[in-house]
């Protein structure tokens, strides 16, 4: 893109913003709309997404406009964004993707983050735990599965006919009860690590990302700009280009994967499919409403 063109989408997109969500407290955000800084983050988003554009674009090309818009969805441009499942920045990256996928730094990946100066080190172990328990619990109910027969219609059923379930309702108690002290694990664990990043990014990086570039880069990479979006747009490229340019399955891949993407309808395998999954569906609305709001503005 030219300068010219970076400056005019910037400003459809700050215009955008504006239009919808002056006066308001912003998700991800937790402040009012006035207080935040768009315009310089924009300007350096965009930045990058145009350069990452240029890089992958012998994959495919893609809509600059597009990937501003899935962006706003993901994370409404806060570089502090965490979701419920850890997923972190401005793309929203996993850690797995993140660390396997592309090489990211993320919070407690580096020794040096379980010391001093880090803040509450004691708790940088603690999604590595968390990914323990996650496994811990898949083997656990694949160990117990044959408990989940007994269900209610079949107690009844035993019930009528007198016989004695109370081995089998003994053994699926046990396991509701192991299930719950796993999730409860698993919960303090997603617990501790949001704890640790948060007091890492407030007491060291001050929340701002603009005057502690090096801390966020060693801490965790997914709250910077360069590698998530670069990451971000590889995948779109790539997507398309197995999809054969069908963006809406590229994006749908985007947060579904890539796999839940295909389907073996002879006419339709080459462009993909939509998962049939609510979060996949609000995510693409969202992502075509903030594209017609800001292309409207850009090309209109």
């Known amino acids: 893109m030219s300068v010219e063109a970076r400056f005019r989408l910037t400003q459809a997109v700050l215009d955008t913003l504006e239009t919808h969500y002056s006066n308001m407290t912003l998700q991800f955000w937790e402040q009012p709309f006035e207080k935040i800084d768009f315009e310089k983050r924009i300007t350096n988003i965009l930045y990058w997404v145009d350069l990452a554009i240029q890089e992958h674009r012998s994959l495919h090309s893609i809509d600059p ?16 964004a965490m979701s419920a ?34 803040r509450k080190p004691e708790l940088a172990d603690s999604l590595n735990r968390y990914h323990d328990l996650i496994s811990e619990r898949s083997r656990m109910r694949k160990a117990t599965s044959d408990a989940v027969t007994f269900d209610l219609d079949t107690a009844l059923e035993w019930l009528a006919n007198g016989k004695n379930g109370k081995k ?3 053994a699926q108690i046990e396991r509701n009860r192991q299930l719950e002290e796993i999730n409860q694990k698993i919960r303090q664990a997603r617990s501790d690590y949001l704890n640790y990043v948060e ?3 407030t007491e060291l990086g001050e929340r701002d990302i603009f005057r502690h570039t090096d801390f966020f880069v060693q801490f965790d990479e997914r709250l910077t700009y360069k590698k998530p979006i670069y990451a971000m747009v590889h995948m779109l490229a790539n997507a398309l280009r197995v999809r054969q340019g069908n963006i809406l399955s590229a994006a749908a891949a985007y947060n579904a994967g890539l796999s839940r993407t295909w389907t073996d309808e002879a006419l339709y395998t080459r462009y993909g499919t939509l998962p049939n999954f609510n979060e996949t569906g609000t995510y693409l609305s969202r992502i075509v409403a903030n594209y017609e709001e800001i292309a409207s503005r850009f090309y209109g």
């Not at 406009?65 to 502090?80: D, H, K, N, P, T």
């Not at 499942?85 to 929203?92: D, R, T, V």
């Not at 850690?95 to 880090?118: E, F, N, Q, W």
Request: with cysteine.
């Open 65 to 80: 406009v597009w990937v501003m818009s899935q962006i706003m969805a993901e994370s409404l441009f806060c570089e502090f």
């Open 85 to 118: 499942s850890l997923a972190a920045g401005i793309c929203q990256f996993m850690p797995g993707t993140a660390t396997r996928g592309y090489d990211m730094v993320i919070a407690g990946s580096l020794p040096a983050h379980h010391k001093p100066p880090y």
């Open 199 to 201: 007091a890492n990014i």
């Open 168 to 170: 089998p309702a003994a």
